[in-house]
T-cell receptor, first 113, second 116 residues
Framework: GNSVTQMEGPVTLSEEAFLTINCTYT??????LFWYVQYPGEGLQLLLK?????DKGSNKGFEATYRKETTSFHLEKGSVQVSDSAVYFC????????????FGKGTKLSVIP | DGGITQSPKYLFRKEGQNVTLSCEQNLNHDAMYWYRQDPGQGLRLIYY???????QKGDIAEGYSVSREKKESFPLTVTSAQKNPTAFYLCAASSGGAHLYTDTQYFGPGTRLTVL
């Protein structure tokens, strides 16, 4: 079956530090990959996505590259801000006729001034 | 102002009672979903619907029921058969169709259900 593994949190960084949140996956076929962000008490917002190998998704200074050879989709940002404090979810969907997203457990990021 | 609305934001229920969570979308999307989120866990799919009058069970459908009588509405009923219903419930919608595995799911703000 499909699965997503994210690095365990919480992650605490100082403002302007470099961020990496690791995400690896197991899937049949060639999945599309997503990063969602959840701010406290809110629903999920799509942060970025990539639909085929070597694609790079980017948004709001965040980037992630679809690496088929390592089955990874690590999230990076060069300089985090306090406003980036949230929970980040990696997710995948395959083209096997299902609309389902498979989520990782989430990584909580706290950025301190 | 397009989007997904869920109501209420907070809901309290006594044990043994059924309760219905509302989800409405004005995105004109065909597919809708219900997820459950527990602390420290990812989201787990309860039910999904690809078109009106059709829905499928997800990974944790036991103790839940849904209906899809209108394209814009996908209410979720948490029945008394759900043994541990206290959780955060999220509704989502996507355009579906031919681009089903690349399209984006858009989420509502969620409903936090607490069983007293």
């Amino acid at each position: 079956g499909n699965s997503v593994t994210q690095m365990e949190g919480p992650v605490t960084l100082s403002e302007e530090a470099f961020l990496t949140i690791n995400c690896t996956y197991t899937a049949t076929g060639y999945p599309s990959l997503f990063w969602y962000v959840q701010y406290p008490g809110e629903g999920l917002q799509l942060l970025l996505k990539a639909t085929k190998a070597d694609d790079k998704g980017s948004n709001k200074g965040f980037e992630a590259t679809y690496r088929k050879e390592t089955t990874s989709f690590h999230l990076e940002k060069g300089s985090v801000q306090v406003s980036d404090s949230a929970v980040y979810f990696c997710a995948l969907r395959t083209g096997a006729g299902s609309y389902q997203l498979t989520f990782g457990k989430g990584t909580k990021l706290s950025v301190i001034p | 102002d397009g989007g997904i609305t869920q109501s209420p934001k907070y809901l309290f229920r006594k044990e043994g009672q059924n309760v219905t969570l509302s989800c409405e979308q004005n995105l004109n999307h065909d597919a809708m979903y219900w997820y459950r989120q527990d602390p420290g866990q990812g989201l787990r799919l309860i039910y999904y619907s690809q078109i009106v009058n059709d829905f499928q069970k997800g990974d944790i459908a036991e103790g839940y029921s849904v209906s899809r009588e209108k394209k814009e509405s996908f209410p979720l009923t948490v029945t008394s058969a759900q043994k541990n219903p206290t959780a955060f419930y999220l509704c989502a919608a996507s355009s579906g169709g031919a681009h089903l595995y690349t399209d984006t799911q858009y989420f509502g703000p969620g409903t936090r259900l607490t069983v007293l």
